[in-house]
């Protein structure tokens, strides 16, 4: 299974993006999918992550109220929507899936998708 991210882009502050992240297989049942970010010289921080057969969401504070993570389970497609961006957003966002597991940390997610840079400019 390969995960395809798409959406990133150059925004001013308080402007949206959407994310997209789609399973390349229709068969594919994860645990959960989310979304993490990275700015160089930093490591990989969580965003936000969605429980696949339930759907409950948990998001990192920062992005909490602003960033909303949803799923479309037949197309096996996750879309993060991010409104009120601050430049403190701007990473190269990556989403992932989670075979066995659901949380916050990267290790529990065991297929990644190719990075996606979201700018947010001041």
């Known amino acids: 299974v390969q995960l395809q991210a798409s959406g990133g882009g150059l925004v001013q502050t308080g402007g949206s993006l959407r994310l997209s992240c789609a399973a390349s297989?229709?068969?594919?049942?994860?645990?959960?999918m989310g979304w993490f970010r990275q700015t160089p010289g930093k490591q990989r921080e969580f965003v936000a992550t969605?429980?696949?057969?339930?759907?409950?969401?948990y998001y990192a504070d920062s992005v909490l109220g602003r960033f909303a993570l949803s799923r479309d389970s037949a197309k096996k497609t996750v879309v993060l929507q991010m409104n009120s961006l601050k430049p403190e957003d701007t990473a190269v966002y990556f989403c992932?899936?989670?075979?066995?597991?659901?949380?916050?940390?990267?290790?529990?997610?065991?297929?990644w998708g190719q990075g996606t840079q979201v700018t947010v400019s001041s």
């Open positions: 297989e229709r068969t594919f049942s994860p645990v959960a």
């Open positions: 969605i429980n696949w057969s339930g759907g409950k969401t």
């Open positions: 992932a899936a989670g075979t066995t597991n659901w949380g916050t940390f990267p290790e529990v997610y065991d297929i």
